[in-house]
């Protein structure tokens, strides 16, 4: 839309002209975005249907709004989460996988309204922790660990965390959500988290 710029730091004019030549590409930007946590859908749901909606509009609507194209969700808790800690697989096994409640009633319901603005928005996911039962409490020591913060998935558990994920992403899918990306683990060196 523009071609030239002409700012200094504080936004005033200055003799340093910017030029952008759409013909000449560098890289890629996959999209723009923001994070959709637990706490963020549960105020979202707290407005007005019609308050929220517009909200929404101006926020993921690709013609008139803001043009976010990017949502990061957690899997399970992040620390941005109404409830304390929770992953998707709570009790021990596979066998007990299941959307938790802050999900169900908070994530899917504002995400199923950011999908009637934008069918197209991409979703990246990232666990803030892996089932607690799956951890240990360090890459050098194989105590278990039933901490939400710091410790080691255990090798043990490394394909269950696999199947944890596709499990993941199915059952979203299933809703209708497709996953663009996802990532092992959020900030991994960040110990308390």
Known sequence: LFQEY????????????????????????????????????????????????QL???????SHGLCISLIR????????????????????????????REDREYLVPILKEIYEINPDVKIIAS????????????????????????????PVYYEDYAKYFIMWITAMQDMGFDIYAITVQNEPLNRGN
């Open 6 to 53: 002409n700012l200094d730091r504080k936004g005033g004019i200055t003799d340093v002209t910017v030029s952008i030549d759409s013909k000449v590409t560098f890289q890629s930007v996959q999209g723009f975005g923001a994070a959709l946590t637990g706490a963020s859908c549960y105020n979202l749901l707290k407005l007005e249907k019609t308050e929220r909606k």
């Open 73 to 100: 969700v957690s899997i399970g808790a992040s620390d941005f989460s109404v409830d304390e800690e929770f992953t998707w697989c709570d009790k021990e096994g596979l066998d007990n996988f299941g959307m938790p």
């Open 56 to 62: 929404l509009t101006e926020l993921f609507d690709m």
């Open 127 to 154: 666990p803030w922790s892996c089932p607690v039962w799956m951890k240990r409490r360090s890459v050098n020591d194989d105590t278990p660990y039933p901490s939400w913060t710091s410790g080691s998935l255990m």
